[in-house]
């Protein structure tokens, strides 16, 4: 779904990616993981189309993303902060998303019901827990069936109810046969997530490979502890 080569990205003398090569398989799941700094947020804004490359390419199935914003359509993202417009009601959020971006078929409205969102969405968005409007952030993710999701800490400000019915969700998407991104230093709640991990850090993939190969080359038993092993410079160089 996602192929870089040689992506690399730099701002002023911050070199933030130097000659990424990496691929994120369609129909699976992939978590980018890695130290604050490490590039994870800049790779998604270059797969959002937010920032451009400073060398390299990436591809999003096969076509290069090169300005054309077409491909965006088949996208749901969810941002660790959405930034809303603060005097509308949920219910008013979501009617106007659907108007600036019309669906091709039917909206994937189900995380309405499984959050127990009706009664919250005739108040204005101000007036809403951040966890309430993270349940709206999510909503909107899914709302056009995008054949990609793109997830930067999902679980953020959500209750064990609803980041189950979340988890729930991605799982659902996956088996549907949809990519799904998730980025997380909630590392525990990946291992019934992920297929595949990405590890970046000082711009470089460190680690690329599925969760059965970070544990097998780490030989430790989760996903987290075989991250901490990657972070040791010795380790991690040999990897």
Wanted: with cysteine; aromatic share 6%.
């Amino acid at each position: 779904m996602i192929e870089a080569r040689g992506l690399s990205k730099r701002f002023g003398t911050l070199q933030v990616l130097e000659q990424l090569d990496l691929t994120v398989a369609a129909g699976r799941v992939t978590a980018i993981l890695g130290p604050n700094g490490a590039g994870k947020t800049t790779f998604i804004k270059m797969i959002l189309g937010l920032t451009r490359p400073s060398g390299g390419t990436l591809r999003f199935d096969g076509e290069a993303i090169n300005g054309d914003c077409r491909y965006r359509a088949r996208i749901g993202y969810m941002p660790q902060i959405a930034r809303f417009p603060e005097n509308l009601t949920g219910r008013e959020l979501i009617a106007m998303v659907r108007d600036l971006r019309p669906p091709a078929g039917a909206c994937d409205e189900e995380l309405i019901g499984a959050f127990a969102l009706e009664p919250q969405l005739d108040k204005p968005l101000r007036t809403l827990s951040g966890g309430t409007r993270q349940k709206i952030n999510a909503v909107l993710a899914f709302l056009f069936r995008p054949d990609l999701l793109i997830f930067d800490e999902p679980t953020a400000g959500l209750d064990p109810v609803a980041s189950s019915v979340l988890k729930d969700k991605i799982l659902a998407a996956r088996r549907d046969g949809r990519t799904c991104i998730i980025t997380s230093h909630v590392l525990s709640e990946l291992e019934e997530l992920a297929d595949d991990v990405v590890f970046l850090l000082d711009g470089h993939a460190r680690f690329a490979g599925s969760v059965p190969e970070l544990k097998a080359r780490t030989g430790q038993p989760t996903i987290e502890r075989a991250v901490a092993a990657l972070m040791r410079p010795t380790l991690g160089e040999a990897a």
